[in-house]
Every structure is written in structure tokens, then in C-alpha cells.
């Protein structure tokens, strides 16, 4: 038994007359027919009566009329319901990132993207990359970004930016006469770390970095997050390496010097799920494209 069955079965109740309820049904008298046989056969029961000259419906139908027309009502307000809910994602976008984005991104697209879509409702989460990517796969967040490039059956990545990392340390830090550090000068210094919890990539990035040159930091914290990073070198506990983002956010008792040798780069990168349909998502898409000049291929 399928919905269409109750429709029409319900037409010829309405009608009790065959002729009348096809051409309401847009369909043949004789399908019409076979699909009310076809109703019964599945029900067990006599529906309708049927004459050359009328129709009625039977005890059994008038009562099976009733629950078919609450069974129809039920089904159109479940209809309805799941394209509310559609509809109401169509107007929301939930964005994770890593703290880059708020400068290095939102400030470009985010005024344009509220100006052309007033309605749509923005929710931007801070957050990890393993964290992002988990909730990303489970459909709760809409886009990432991160500094992994996730490949796989369900998500796209796309490079936005690569950014330099800078050396800061404590203004009066013997470091900080240097023009341009020597790198063996950083063997054994104090270092703040970022915490590889949050920042897992920035965290490895240093420790190969290190590895690379041959030294080894005295690591006396490690940051949960930027700013505390920051406030720690200020507070002159040791030096750091960070995104060049920072820069801005550095306080007057710190200062950045470049080194000898050149630091890594961090990558940005953007992901979605490949079976997205939202015209949000995509709306933002094209702006980040028009923006960063990404090449996004979507189908």
C-alpha cells in the first residue's frame, strides 16, 4: 500500500463516482479502478460497493476513509516539517576555524556575505583541526578551516593561504640585540610552546624546525592558546615561535626578530563536504573564491 492508494481512494469516496474522480486524479477510469481493487486486495476488505449506477462506500470503508485522511494529513505535516528544516539549514552557516581566520579571512568575507544575504544566520565555533574535522564529517559544521589538507571520499580541501611564522621574545631578552638571531644562539633557551592539544600542527612545525637546526629549547609552558602565548612572553617567561597573524596582538615589552636561517611556513586550507547542497555554503564559497582567488571545483 502506498500513499497514492489512500489519494485516490479518497477521491472516489469523495466523488462516489469513478468518471468524476479520474478526471480530479488525471489518470484513466480503468487504472483508477485497478488501483482501488489493488487497495482492497492489500486492506482485506470491501471498500466500496460498486453498481452501473452508483457507488457507496461500505461500513468497513467509511471507517477506513476516516483514518485514511489522517494518515494523508500526518504525512503532508511530516513533508512540511522536513522542508522547514531544510529550508531553515539553507539559512544558516556554522563555520569552525583556527584563530587565523578571524583576521586573515572573516574581515573580507564575512561583511560582503552578510550585506548580500541579510537572513542568513552565521555561527563561527574556535576550535582544533581534529575537532573541526570530526564535526565536519557528522554534518555539524558547514565549513573549516584548518591546517590540514583532508582528502577523502566526503570532504574536500582547498589551499586558501600560506603564512610565516615569527620569533617573538621579552623586549630586554639578550636575544633581542641581535638584528638577525643566530640560530645556535636558541640551544637551550626558554621556550613557551603552544600546546599540541590545540595546536597540533604549529606544535609539530616547531619541534621539527628545532630537530632541523640542531637545537633543543628548554620548554618551561606550554599555551593553550594565542593569547596566553603571548602574555607569557610579555611576562618575560621565555620565547616563542607563532603565526605571523600575531604580530599585531604583541604588547610594547616584546619584540619579533628574524634568524639567521628562515622559518616555516603554516597553510590554510578550506573544507566541505563534496555532497553539500547548501546555497549558504556556496555562497560563501564564491565570495572565498572571489577573495583568495581559489580554484574550487564543484559540482
Avoid at 489493488?38 to 476513509?65: I, M, S, W
Avoid at 539553507?90 to 573580507?108: H, N, S
Avoid at 628545532?210 to 609552558?221: D, G, L, P, R, T
Avoid at 563536504?273 to 574550487?296: C, G, M, Q
Amino acid at each position: 500500500m502506498e500513499l497514492r492508494h489512500l489519494r485516490y481512494f479518497i477521491t472516489v469516496a469523495e466523488e462516489l463516482n469513478f468518471s468524476k474522480a479520474a478526471l480530479k486524479l488525471y489518470t484513466a477510469q480503468p487504472s483508477l479502478s485497478q488501483q482501488i481493487k489493488d487497495l482492497e486486495e492489500d486492506v482485506g476488505v470491501q471498500l466500496l460497493y460498486r453498481t452501473k449506477r452508483k457507488v457507496e462506500l461500505t461500513e468497513e470503508g467509511a471507517v477506513f476513509l476516516e483514518q485514511a485522511r489522517l494518515t494523508l494529513a500526518q504525512a503532508d505535516k511530516a513533508i512540511a516539517m522536513a522542508r522547514q528544516v531544510a529550508q531553515a539549514k539553507q539559512q544558516m552557516l556554522r563555520i569552525g576555524f583556527v584563530p587565523v581566520a578571524e583576521m586573515k579571512i572573516f574581515p573580507y568575507v564575512l561583511p560582503n556575505l552578510r550585506v548580500q544575504n541579510p537572513d542568513l544566520k552565521i555561527e563561527l565555533l574556535s576550535m582544533n583541526n581534529t575537532e573541526q574535522m570530526r564535526l565536519l564529517k557528522k554534518g555539524e559544521l558547514d565549513i573549516t578551516f584548518t591546517r590540514h589538507n583532508f582528502h577523502s571520499d566526503e570532504i574536500e580541501s582547498q589551499f586558501v593561504l600560506r603564512e610565516p611564522l615569527i620569533f617573538l621574545l621579552p623586549k630586554d631578552h639578550p636575544l633581542a640585540k641581535y638584528e638577525r638571531i643566530p640560530i645556535k644562539a636558541l640551544n637551550g633557551i626558554d621556550f613557551i610552546i603552544p600546546a599540541v592539544e590545540q595546536s597540533q600542527t604549529l606544535h609539530q612545525t616547531i619541534l621539527e624546525f628545532a630537530k632541523a637546526n640542531s637545537i633543543e629549547f628548554n620548554i618551561v609552558q606550554k599555551a593553550d592558546n594565542i593569547l596566553f602565548n603571548i602574555n607569557s612572553i610579555g611576562m618575560g617567561l621565555g620565547c616563542t615561535i607563532l603565526p605571523g597573524y600575531v604580530a599585531p596582538l604583541t604588547m610594547n615589552n616584546t619584540v619579533i626578530r628574524p634568524l639567521e636561517v628562515e622559518l616555516p611556513y603554516l597553510d590554510l586550507y578550506v573544507s566541505y563536504r563534496k555532497n553539500n547542497t547548501s546555497l549558504a555554503v556556496n555562497k560563501f564559497l564564491e565570495l572565498l573564491t572571489r577573495v583568495f582567488y581559489l580554484d574550487i571545483n564543484r559540482e
